[in-house]
């Protein structure tokens, strides 16, 4: 019988590249944001198959929507991912998520990758590595600075406060983001999501942004170093992975 799945996870955690992954098997449909505020995340050939295509029709009725584009691909395992503060916008979507019948992915990243990947973004507007993309803009350092460290730990740990409690539910699988390219660990996936596709046969079309050491990608790593030592707030860890690498 087919699958209904969630993945949750949270920004710079390499979602992209799972969900490409997922989406490639012949049968899985993985969609994206499809609670993103402002616009309904899917691919362009579902767009004209949607049962609403506006926001508030969507918000109106987040179960209908769901149950609709769940509709779409009767025979095959579909899933979505949401980020936390999707959650907090459309709450009703919590109930589908919390179902027994539906199989939570928990998406996980280190968060030094996770905080450093986000400034990178912001300093150069690269949400996805692009073909086009320049060399320097992606390897060109980025500089910590303790407030954008404490927001960023603010987040963090209100993400893994969720993580922890979904990976301790029946239902649950989680990856990290070092495993994403890994055939163990995609294997294991699939076959969790009830999948018959092999990681061989899957494919991405996301690569890494930053491929070069965390700390060359830090301009003032000593002043990161200092600050974990003396100042930093803690930080959650996250629940281990299902599939240890």
Known sequence: MPNDFVILT???????????????????????EIFKPRRIDMRRDYRPRLPVDEVGARNADPLGFIAGIRGLDPDKHVGFKIFPHQLAAVPAA????AAP??????LTRAPLEAYASGLRMRATGVHKRKEDTPAAVLTAPVRFTPKSFR???????RFM???RLIAAAPGSFVIDYAQINDPAALDALFGFVGSRARAADSRTAYSKQYAGRLEDGIANWGELQDFLRRAAPPLLAAPPPSCPG
Not at 151 to 157: Q, S, Y
């Open 151 to 157: 927001r960023f730990a603010a987040v963090h740990n």
């Open 94 to 97: 919590i109930e589908h998520i």
């Open 101 to 106: 019948a539906t199989l939570r992915i928990v």
């Open 10 to 32: 949270r920004a710079r955690s390499g979602s992209n590249s799972l969900m490409s992954r997922l989406d490639s098997c012949p049968d899985v449909v993985c969609h994206g």
């Open 161 to 163: 406060t969720m993580a």
